[in-house]
């Protein structure tokens, strides 16, 4: 799983590195030089739809995962199942790519594209997740170790949203923010603990809901930009919550900005 994820992260860095010559001329440039025939009209049209257009690939979101409650569920023992260790708890974004679309002289922007969320929620408690069973069942395990005990799950995305620029002929010195929505499906889960070097792996739904959608908001100058999401619908399939209300959510830092 860590060699797939590196060889994933490196591929779309070397795409990110490759899309960054796709420059747009007028932008993050002080004097631009327009060639003398682009007076012709033809010409015209395709300089302006470029302009107004622009595409990136390998874009990359770095952050943490939490789940919130209406209540505190507890279990039998009187264990909270959902306490989480929020510096392991991590919320990775691999934006596949991303397209800007100009629409108004670049200070108002349609954003949209294609995105593998992968989400690990590290449980602070000695507890697993049942596989195989009609509804979200945790376990306790009152003599385990665990060094690890985490589940992880990815969803294919596609965001929507709108972007508003202070500066946008000098990205490096603009105020950005950008609001919207995304919806996508579940790809897959699985369940690994990890206790005295014996590490187990068990690959299940665990009751997840198939659909994800919720809201994405983000806001930073220049080159730091922090991005938060929270979803609109609960971690669970209703029909399989097993009476866990949950609600996911994540805040980080674009590490590889548009």
Known sequence: MKKNALILI????????????????GEDVQDTIVPSYSRN?????????????????????????????????????GIDPFELRPWKSTNINLHFVQQRVSLAGGYLNFVYGLTWEMHRAFFDNPVVLL???????FEFVPDANFKKNRLSYSYLTVPIMFNIKSNPRYSYRS?????????????????????????????????????????????????????????????F??????????????????????
């Open 10 to 25: 490196f591929t779309f860095c070397t795409l990110a590195l490759f899309s960054q010559q796709d420059s747009i001329p």
């Open 41 to 77: 009209y033809e010409y015209s049209k395709k300089y302006r739809s470029r302009r107004n257009t622009k595409t990136r690939f390998g874009l990359i979101d770095f952050g943490t995962s939490g789940m919130a409650t209406p209540e505190t569920y507890r279990l039998d023992n």
């Open 131 to 137: 596989p195989d069973t009609p509804e979200a069942t």
């Open 175 to 235: 105020l950005h923010i950008s609001a919207g929505a995304y919806a996508g499906v579940l790809l897959g889960a699985n369940f690994k603990t990890k206790e005295k070097g014996n590490k187990e792996k068990t690959r299940d739904n665990f009751g997840l809901n198939t659909w994800r959608y919720g809201l994405r908001a983000e806001v930073g100058y220049g080159p730091v930009i922090l991005y938060g999401t929270v979803a609109l619908n609960d971690l």
């Open 237 to 258: 399939d209703e029909d399989k919550n097993g009476g866990y209300e949950v609600t996911p959510f994540s805040v980080g830092l674009v590490l590889w900005p548009f």
